[in-house]
């Protein structure tokens, strides 16, 4: 049986995430707290497996309360988010805390996706509660030594190839930045970035890492081109795909295809990839539930490009990267921390 704690200040929130989780025999709701403080106390009087935890809230917010329950008891917790540009940029915050990843905090009954919203509350609560958080996240302890960028001056020649296409899931916002922040101003690749995310969170996520990064990044636009040292997130609800110009590559943003589960979809963007620079590509899937990407990494390793994979050890969720792992598609399973070494090498075999 999965325990849960279900934290909010709102009793409608408190009641409507409780009833949606004890519909699956699997998950029993423990207890609930109106606050901050009160789920520390609730935490250490009933060890929750998995805790939601409202942002906004009296005597101690949801931010605070996570940093301690990350230095004091590390587990997962899943923030409920407002899905608006201030609540995207309070929940990437609570990812590189240790948050593991967020629900939405519009459940009304009158919603038209409140199925889709309870199935993917549950899986969420029973995927992560799986995964066991090995320790605290170093940004809720003493700050780690900065580590070095990957120079590309150590490569030789040109690279063989120029187009990088990340996909990622649950988990994924600290692990697209612990990429981005290491490599060096001269990467010789476009990193294009499907990360599963609403509309309101992409354009933060973006920011975010433009700020980390020594490159440049921007939420994705029709129009933009592809060049190296540029870094594309894929607006959330919208597709990336690439078009070949004559002179150039660009980007085309589109809502279709209308009928995929994830928008952005991993497996878009990848076949977007395969057939519009072949071998020139490299495609890496990082932490995430399901198996979006594996069609598309398919298709660029038919095309001659090449495929990395997160490893299970360093994954929040090892789904998407498994999946293309068990297919035998990936050129190599790498740790998130030599992910970014890993990329550089890559371009050049």
């Known amino acids: 049986m999965i325990k849960v704690l279900v934290v909010d200040d709102s009793a409608f929130m408190r009641k409507a995430i409780s009833s949606m989780l004890e519909k699956d025999s699997e998950i ?11 789920a520390l106390d609730k935490i250490r009087s009933l060890d929750p ?32 988010s407002s899905l608006t540009t201030e609540g995207g940029e309070a929940t990437l915050k609570a990812m590189e805390l240790g948050a593991v990843d967020f629900i939405p905090k519009q459940l009304s009954k009158v919603s038209l996706d409140i199925v889709k919203i309870e199935d993917d509350l549950r899986s969420k609560v029973k995927t992560v509660a799986r995964r066991k958080l090995r320790s605290a996240p170093q940004a809720a302890r003493k700050p780690a030594p900065a580590k070095p960028k990957v120079a590309t001056t150590t490569q030789r020649g ?24 290491a490599l060096d101003k001269d990467f010789p690749a476009c990193l294009l970035i499907a990360q599963h995310m609403p509309a309101a969170f992409t354009g933060a996520f973006a920011k975010r890492l433009n700020e980390v990064s020594s490159l440049q990044v921007k939420e994705a636009e029709s129009g933009d081109r592809v060049e190296k040292g540029r870094i594309f997130i894929a607006p959330g609800g919208r597709h990336l795909k690439i078009n070949q110009k004559v002179s150039h590559i660009q980007l085309e943003v589109s809502s279709e ?27 890496v899937i990082l932490t995430g539930m399901g198996r979006d990407g594996l069609l598309g990494v398919r298709a660029l390793k038919g095309k001659g490009g090449r495929a990395l994979a997160q490893n299970d050890a360093s994954c929040v969720v090892y789904g998407m990267p498994r999946a293309i792992v068990d297919e035998g598609l990936a050129d190599s399973v790498v740790d998130i921390d030599d992910m970014a070494e890993a990329i550089l090498t890559h371009l050049y075999q």
């Open 49 to 80: 497996d998995v805790v939601t935890l409202d942002i906004e809230m009296p005597v101690m917010d949801g931010l605070s309360a996570l940093r301690h329950i990350m230095m004091e008891s590390p587990r997962p917790v899943l923030m409920v």
């Open 158 to 181: 040109a690279p063989r190839r120029d187009v990088v296409a990340i996909g990622v899931s649950t988990g994924g916002p600290p692990a697209v930045q612990k990429i981005i922040s």
């Open 257 to 283: 295809p209308d009928d995929v589960l994830y928008k952005p979809s991993v497996d878009v963007l990848m076949e977007s990839v395969a057939e519009g620079v072949g071998r020139r590509g490299l495609g």
């Open 28 to 38: 029993q709701v423990a207890g609930i707290a109106r606050n901050g403080q009160e």
